[in-house]
Each structure stands twice: as C-alpha cells, then as structure tokens.
C-alpha cells in the first residue's frame, strides 16, 4: 500500500514564524503536491511537483513555497506565518499518467498561527 | 475555467438505503472523473475512477455513473451502512496533466 506521512498532526506557530511542513512517500512516485483545505472552499492546490528539483505553482502560492531535493520528500516552507494561513494542510502523491491519476493523501497537519 | 459543484448539505439518510450523491461540473468534459472519501480530520481517500467513455463503473457497493451530455456523475452507495458516514468529494484533471480539481464535497450521513 502506499503511504504519505506528514511530519506532523498538529502544529501552533506564532505570526512571522517560518513554518516547515514535511512530506514524504514511500512509493516512488514522481508527482507530488500540497493542498490546503478550509470549510467551504475545498482542497486548493499550493504547489506541485513532477521530478525532483521541479515544482509549478497551483492556484494560491502566495506566502508559501516549496522544496524537493529527493524523489521521496517534498516540503511546504511559509516563510513568514500569518493567521490566514491557519487551515490543515494536506500533501498528495501519484503516479505517472500512465495510471489512474489517483492521488495519495497525507494525514494532514492541522496549523494554527496565532 | 473548470468549476465543480457539489451540494454542500448534508445528506441524512436510513441505514439499508441507496445514497445518491451527484457532482456537476460547468465547462469541458474531462478525460475521467473521480471520486473520493473524506473521514473528519483525515487526508482523502482514492475510491473510483471513471473515463469519459464508460457510462457506469461498479466496485462492490459502490457505483458511479457518467453522463458527459448533463456535463454530471453520480456516485451511489447501496445497501448503505452508518460506516459509510463521510464526505465525498470528485475531482476531474484540471488539463491534460495530473492536476485535479476537487469539488467541496458532500457529506453523507448514514442513520443506523
């Protein structure tokens, strides 16, 4: 089975705080992403990534940004916390498109900037 | 651009009915179409796929309908179960690549 471990559950950050969210995946897939998702409004895309060291904005990057340095890992940076960024925070990984294109998710980690 | 729409209440129904959740999306028709399971305070789940030229897809008490004309799918839960309390949510690519969209999902209850 694959599995997506988020390197926290929960997480409490100050405002201006820089924030770390890791992610990683043990089943060698090339695409990986980052979503928030808050009441109402869905899973939104932050970033993606399609091969190590590349990475494409999604739909909301403003105020994040991202890191993969190895195929298995891919991490969310906010380099400067603030409230509106309080949401829980979901990592995704896939295979190439030769599959379903189904998505693998993370647990979640549920940040509150206070 | 693509938008996806799923009724955002809440469906109540009887432990031993069909649920019948729908998934309505405004612009092109999609390559495929998903749909996934959301338990509170956890990532989604991967349930089924269905491609635009399939009209009906079936996994065990699952089934998901695709009419491309009425730009809609359905997804149904027969013979439901109070386990099956959750949200469910579709997502279609968002181009030719791998990118989804996801609908805000429906949540389903399930009355014992």
């Known amino acids: 089975d694959v599995k997506v471990t988020q390197s926290s559950r929960y997480l409490v950050k100050r405002t201006g705080e820089k924030v770390f969210l890791e992610c990683v995946q043990d089943m060698d897939h090339e695409n990986m992403f980052w979503y928030r998702q808050d009441p109402g409004l869905g899973l939104r895309l932050i970033y993606f990534?399609?091969?190590?060291?590349?990475?494409e904005k999604g739909d909301i990057p403003e105020g994040y940004s991202v890191s993969r340095e190895k195929k298995e890992r891919f991490s969310l940076i906010l380099e400067s916390a603030s409230t509106n960024q309080t949401s829980m925070y979901l990592c995704?990984?896939?295979?190439?498109?030769?599959?379903?294109?189904?998505?693998?998710f993370g647990p979640g980690t549920r940040l509150t900037v206070t | 651009s693509q938008k996806i729409e799923q009724n955002s209440e809440a469906l109540n129904i009887q432990e031993g009915k069909t649920a019948t959740l729908t998934c309505n999306y405004t612009?092109?028709?999609?390559?495929?179409l998903q749909w996934y399971r959301q338990d509170p305070g956890r990532g989604p789940v991967f349930l089924l796929l269905i491609r635009e030229n399939e009209k009906e897809k079936r996994k065990e008490r699952l089934k998901v309908t695709f009419d491309t004309t009425l730009k809609q799918s359905l997804f149904h839960i027969t013979a439901s179960q109070p386990a099956d309390s959750a949200t469910y949510l579709c997502?279609?690519?968002?181009?030719?690549?791998?990118?989804?969209?996801f609908g805000s999902g429906t949540r389903l209850l399930v009355r014992p």
């Open positions: 990534s399609y091969d190590v060291k590349m990475k």
């Open positions: 995704a990984s896939s295979p190439p498109m030769t599959g379903q294109g189904e998505q693998y």
């Open positions: 612009n092109y028709s999609p390559a495929y």
């Open positions: 997502a279609l690519p968002m181009d030719s690549s791998y990118k989804l969209i």
